[in-house]
């Protein structure tokens, strides 16, 4: 997890900014559903892939194995945004 982006809320939408240095290297804000921010939340908190989807499993009406390929293909759009390392 990268470090230098932090998640706020604004106007009730789900916000991912960067901080520091990476304030000129991004260049804009990431929106996140409610979902996609309670796994951003998690993997900052340094919470394992497995432990992230029991979050989604405990949050959601969803089955661990639909909660991990969630979890997978978000860090997958993170990764690819440069959120995740």
Do not use: H
């Amino acid at each position: 997890m990268n470090k230098d982006f932090v998640l706020r809320k604004v106007c009730g939408v789900n916000v991912v900014l960067p901080t520091g240095l990476q304030v000129k290297d991004f260049g804009g804000a990431l929106n996140l559903n409610d979902t996609a921010a309670l796994i951003f939340e998690q993997l900052q908190a340094g919470k394992t892939v497995e432990e992230t989807a029991a979050a989604l499993v405990a949050a959601y009406d969803v089955t661990p194995e639909k909660a991990l390929d969630d979890v997978q293909k978000t860090i997958d759009s993170l990764r690819e945004a440069g959120v995740v390392d």
